[in-house]
């Protein structure tokens, strides 16, 4: 009787073990320590003197370096090495003796090095439409030209952008326009348009919550010649508010509500844009594809005015594997009674300087 009692109690004991043991977290100091410091360093400055390193490392104590990345980037490169994302094959590949979850320890280590919470994480730095202002501060260089066939006149234009980002949540932005305009039955006029000037500041990000929310003016001056068609010939302020949000399902929601409101409303009509992009990034990392649907809607305030509504179907293409490259291709169709166009094709090519040259 006692033998049977004791089995069913060993028995007991045996199944209900498994249930109860717990694997502790994997330390990302101490992997840090063992896989990274021989190059990086104990401090996470850079390799140390007198090492083989003959590449420029990363100062992981840098913010603007530590958080302009997601995850998803900083774990393909460490498990699959430099080679992978087009950078030096002296950053060997981990993949074969560390875990993903010993990756991500590490990661998270790394992050820490970063002392200022208020700089935005990469994964906030949702993927640029083609057509709605995007909330996250950028180095970006770009170039967005765009074509519009409206009744009885077509119009060619290009906007050249350079974007620097200010500090944790800063950015200030010049743009240089360029216009060709084609009036059927008339003589083609060309030149440079009205510069731009723009401030946008992030006042509120949330990993956790996958949400960032930015303020932003531009400031664009009457430098075309409006005789000519080649500018508003007006100081024109341009407020706005800029939102990005991940969603559930992997969408990603980016909105823009901004107001056109130039001095002379006699030279230029006074309007609110509302802008949203609905997009589908096709993978976690930058150099993922993604799918769009945008959408804008304009509405009158003062002046000679046509309200309308387009709706654009858009694509954003990496050219790198890093993803530092990249194109976007989008059509707006006119889905409103009012129409001030018949239809609007846009483009732009981006590079992010900081990650990287245009050939590598």
């Not at 006029?189 to 303020?215: C, E, M, N, Q, W």
């Not at 010649?225 to 929601?253: C, I, K, N, Q, Y």
């Not at 799918?291 to 654009?312: C, H, M, N, W």
């Amino acid at each position: 009787m006692i033998s049977r009692f004791c089995l069913a109690v060993v028995l007991v004991v045996v199944v209900a073990l498994p249930a109860r043991v717990t694997f502790a977290a994997p330390d990302g100091k101490q992997l840090f320590e063992d896989a990274c410091a021989t190059c990086h360093g104990l401090d996470g400055k850079g390799a140390p003197a007198g090492s083989s390193i003959a590449v420029p490392l990363p100062d992981f104590t840098d913010c603007n370096t530590v958080t302009r990345e997601p995850d998803a980037d900083w774990g393909a490169l460490a498990a699959h090495g430099g080679a992978f994302l087009g950078m030096s094959s002296q950053m060997p590949a981990f993949g074969d003796v560390l875990s993903r979850d010993e990756i991500q320890a590490i990661l998270d280590y790394i992050r820490r090095f970063c002392d200022d919470p208020s700089w935005p994480r990469g994964e906030l730095n949702f993927r640029r439409p083609v057509f709605v202002t995007k909330a996250f501060p950028e180095d970006e260089a770009v170039i967005a030209p765009g074509f519009t066939q409206a009744t009885g006149e077509r119009s060619y234009d290009a906007e050249i952008s350079a974007e620097t980002r200010i500090g944790a949540r800063g950015q200030i932005e010049l743009t240089v326009p360029l216009s060709l305009i084609d009036p059927i039955g008339g003589p083609t006029v060309g030149g440079f348009g009205d510069l731009g000037l723009a401030y946008k500041h992030v006042v509120f990000a949330s990993l956790p919550l996958r949400t960032i929310f930015s303020l932003a003016t531009d400031l664009i001056m009457p430098s075309g010649d409006h005789a000519r068609g080649l500018g508003d010939g007006t100081t024109t302020f341009e407020p706005a508010v800029l939102s990005g949000h991940g969603l559930p399902g992997g969408f990603v929601l980016q909105t823009q509500f901004r107001a056109v409101l130039p001095i002379d409303v006699n030279r230029a009509p006074r309007h609110f844009l509302y802008r949203f992009a609905l997009q589908y990034p096709l993978g976690p990392r930058k150099n993922a594809l993604v799918p769009a649907l945008e959408f804008e809607s304009a509405q009158k305030i003062e002046g000679a005015f046509r309200d309308y509504t387009v709706l654009a179907p858009t694509l954003y293409i990496p050219l790198s594997q890093r993803g530092h490259l990249a194109i976007g291709l989008g059509g707006q169709i006119p889905v409103s009674d009012r129409r001030s166009f018949d239809y609007r094709l846009g483009a732009f090519f981006l590079w992010e300087y900081l990650d990287g040259g245009i050939w590598w």
